[in-house]
């Protein structure tokens, strides 16, 4: 079946260095994608959404690159900081915005 | 105030018995969601409502039931919990385009 997925459950990040975080999609169809945080006995957080119709979104300290050609999204995260220590999970609408979540990806900031 | 607020914030209940989650939301939002978080697969999507007079099943709706009991509220049950329905259990909320889409912070929900 189609899914999302991210390619890598962890990423280690020293503290000042920027992060890219990875995710591949399978369905061609998708329209909307969403980036959420996690943390620690917290629900998800947004960060930053992209429609297919962009390449590239930016927000404060975070970019979401879309590549649809080969069905790729990413999430960048400049200057790292400890309190981006969380999961990160991409989401893709599946249909009508019920969304289809990836497995996360844990990114754990080094001092 | 939380936007989208969640009861209880954890349970333990026995096999068997019957317990329902609570979900309320402040951001006048139609679309409400029920997911299952468990570790490793990320969030699974259990039921969704459109509107109060909409109901729709998500891909894992075995053993739930939900409730829309108006636009700003939406209740899971489990009518007869069983130990693999140990999960984190998360309320969500968009508008109609999708946009503002919103979690609660969850209920941790333990069935021994």
């Known amino acids: 079946g189609e899914s999302v997925g991210l390619h890598l459950p962890t990423l280690s990040v020293q503290e000042g ?37 962009m390449d ?16 790729h999204l990413s999430l960048q995260i400049a ?33 | 105030d939380a936007d989208v607020t969640q009861t209880p914030r954890n349970r333990i209940t026995k096999t068997g018995k019957r317990i329902m989650l609570e979900c309320s939301q402040t951001k006048g939002h139609d679309r ?16 969704y409502s459109f509107d109060v007079k909409d109901i729709n099943k998500g891909e894992i709706s075995d053993g739930y039931s939900v409730s829309r009991q108006a636009q700003a509220k939406f209740s899971l049950s ?15 909320t968009s508008d109609f385009q999708g946009d503002g889409y919103t979690f609660g912070s969850g209920t941790r929900l333990t069935v021994v």
């Open chain 1, 17 to 53: 260095d920027n992060s890219i975080i990875n995710c591949a999609y399978s369905n061609s169809a998708s329209d909307y994608f969403i980036w959420y945080k996690q943390e620690s006995g917290k629900g998800p957080q947004f960060i930053i959404d992209i429609r297919s119709n």
């Open chain 1, 56 to 71: 590239k979104r930016q927000g404060q300290r975070v970019t979401v690159l879309l590549n649809k050609t080969v069905k």
């Open chain 1, 79 to 111: 200057a790292t900081q400890p309190g981006d220590s969380a999961v990160y999970f991409c989401a893709e609408n599946i249909y009508d915005y019920k969304l289809s979540f990836g497995a996360g990806t844990t990114v754990t900031v080094r001092a």
């Open chain 2, 32 to 47: 409400m969601y029920w997911y299952r978080q468990d570790p490793g697969l990320g969030l699974r999507l259990i039921y």
């Open chain 2, 78 to 92: 489990l009518e007869s919990a069983i130990p693999n329905q140990t999960a984190l259990y998360f309320c969500a």
